[in-house]
């Protein structure tokens, strides 16, 4: 799961709304073409140009963003001190507070 429910329902909800309006669109468009220009050449024409631009639009616009660099999460954490020195009990000064303990007297 990469995206919040939210996020992905809105987006699902989206897509089938402008499938719908694309449906109901079509048949209109086509009559109007073909009762101006007795052909429905034409409407198979533009539907096959508009579908040929929207996958040179999502093509650009997957190759102009880089998911990868701008996600923080995708970076490895920085570890000050290695795992087995935590499961010993000791610590750095980093997780000491600041505050250096010395044994020498």
């Given at each position: 799961?990469s995206?919040?429910?939210?996020c992905?329902?809105?987006?699902?909800?989206?897509?089938?709304?402008?499938?719908?309006?694309g449906?109901l669109?079509?048949p209109?468009?086509?009559e109007?073409?073909r009762?101006?220009?007795h052909?429905w050449?034409?409407?198979?024409y533009i539907?096959?140009a508009?579908?040929?631009?929207?996958l040179?639009?999502?093509?650009?616009?997957?190759a102009?963003?880089?998911p990868s660099?701008?996600?923080?999460?995708?970076?490895?954490?920085?570890?000050k001190l290695?795992?087995?020195d935590a499961?010993?009990g000791r610590?750095?000064a980093?997780q000491?507070?600041?505050?250096?303990?010395s044994?020498?007297?």
């Open positions: 799961e995206f919040p429910t939210l992905s329902t809105t987006g699902g909800s989206i897509t089938f709304c402008s499938g719908r309006f449906a669109a079509a209109l468009v086509f109007n073409i009762a101006a220009t052909q050449e034409l409407f198979c539907s096959a508009c579908s040929i631009l929207a040179f639009l999502l093509a650009a616009d997957a102009a963003s880089d660099g701008q996600d923080p999460y995708e970076t490895t954490p920085c570890r290695p795992l087995a499961e010993a610590m750095g980093a000491a507070g600041g505050r250096l303990k044994k020498s007297k």
